[in-house]
């Protein structure tokens, strides 16, 4: 398994260095966020989530910025490691009758200098 | 990853052979998804299931199937695989429900060619 390989948008950040990664989501009635990291070969996990009554969440040492007035969120890593690189996806959250449908975004590529 | 197996986790197959991919949780979550992830793409849904036996499309389900009969198995079934089905295949399961939003989690995944 791996992510989705060519064509990806890409963040070349020094090791130590704040990462910033953006996404736009499309739906406004879309109602939960979430990021996901994917490592080669690997599923997507969980980062952190936020809903859309919040603007910010923090988590260690991440944080989700939600702007509703131009449907954009943002993820940012403090104190990037060689670890956080990966493929970052935004997911989000459209409810309908039966359960929850994530919708997910294209995925940047994060690459961390030593 | 969240006690979830996908079967197998690679495969390779002719054009016009059936395919079932399986995922296997012991989380007891009630929601279980398929979902393709191809390059420029990212992760789309092919179906989704509610509840044992309830299951729904998602945006991508043309050519493919799915059966849930008891909780912890969801199948994908490629009754005829083309070349464009050549992907990987992510499993995710997820306990909330309308109210309640909660995150996926997520299988390895399975990497299929269809020759």
């Known amino acids: 398994g791996e992510s989705v390989g060519l064509h990806l948008p890409t963040l070349s950040v020094q090791e130590g260095d704040n990462s910033i990664i953006n996404c736009a989501y499309s739906?406004?009635?879309?109602?939960?966020f979430i990021w996901y990291k994917q490592e080669s070969g690997k599923g997507p996990q969980f980062i952190i989530d936020?809903?859309?009554?919040?603007d910010k969440r923090q988590g260690q040492r991440v944080t989700v910025l939600l702007n509703k007035t131009v449907k954009h969120l943002s993820l940012q890593i403090a104190a990037t490691q060689p670890g956080d690189s990966a493929v970052y996806f935004c997911?989000?959250?459209?409810?309908?009758?039966?359960?929850?449908?994530?919708?997910f975004g294209g995925g940047t590529r994060l690459m961390v200098k030593p | 990853d969240a006690g979830i197996t996908q079967s197998p986790r690679h495969k390779v197959t002719e054009t016009g052979t059936p395919v079932t991919l399986r995922c296997h949780q012991t989380?007891?979550?009630?929601?279980m998804y398929w979902y393709r992830q191809d390059p420029g793409h990212g992760l789309r849904l092919i179906h989704y299931?509610?509840?044992?036996?309830?299951?729904d499309k998602g945006e991508v389900s043309d050519g493919y199937s799915v059966s849930r009969s008891k909780t912890e198995d969801f199948l994908l079934t490629l009754e005829s695989a083309t070349s464009s089905q050549t992907s990987v295949y992510f499993c995710?399961?997820?306990?909330?429900?309308?109210?309640?939003?909660?995150?996926?989690?997520f299988g390895q995944g399975t990497r299929l060619t269809v020759v």
């Open positions: 989380e007891n979550h009630r929601y």
């Open positions: 739906n406004s009635a879309s109602d939960y």
């Open positions: 995710a399961i997820s306990e909330g429900g309308p109210a309640m939003n909660t995150e996926a989690f």
């Open positions: 997911a989000e959250n459209r409810n309908n009758n039966a359960g929850n449908m994530l919708t």
């Open positions: 299931s509610y509840g044992v036996k309830d299951t």
């Open positions: 936020i809903r859309s009554n919040m």
